[in-house]
Nanobody, 123 residues
Framework: QVQLGESGGGLVQAGASLRLSCAASGLTFSTNAMGWFRQAPGKEREFVAAAGRYGTTYYADSVKGRFTISRDNAKNTVYLQMNNLKPEDTAVYYC?????????????????WGQGTQVTVSS
């Protein structure tokens, strides 16, 4: 059974940093593309960042230069380092895994999802 577990969310002030982690089990982590998505209240889920199986990274324009995705295949974990957080980054952040990634920025590509972790940025 595949499980993805996010952690590291919280309440911070604008300009602060947070590091999200997503631990995966039940899948061959190194062969999966891993992504982060977020959903703010009243809005659709949106792509944040992705890391391909060979380490190629992808970012939404809104987070480029502020967020960094990385993966540790030895620990079956993907991270999202978020710096200079803004109130508009407030959302539930979800980790996802794709076994056969096509469009890594599309949620439809991903086969497995975590439960999410709340990130709240106050102004």
């Amino acid at each position: 059974q595949v499980q993805l577990g996010e952690s590291g969310g919280g309440l911070v002030q604008a300009g602060a940093s947070l590091r999200l982690s997503c631990a995966a089990s039940g899948l061959t982590f190194s062969t999966n593309a891993m992504g982060w998505f977020r959903q703010a209240p009243g809005k659709e889920r949106e792509f944040v960042a992705a890391a391909g199986r060979y380490g190629t990274t992808y970012y939404a324009d809104s987070v480029k230069g502020r967020f960094t995705i990385s993966r540790d295949n030895a620990k079956n974990t993907v991270y999202l380092q978020m710096n200079n957080l803004k109130p508009e980054d407030t959302a539930v952040y979800y980790c996802a895994a794709a076994t056969r990634p096509t469009d890594r920025t599309s949620g439809q590509t991903y086969d497995y999802w975590g439960q999410g972790t709340q990130v709240t940025v106050s102004s």
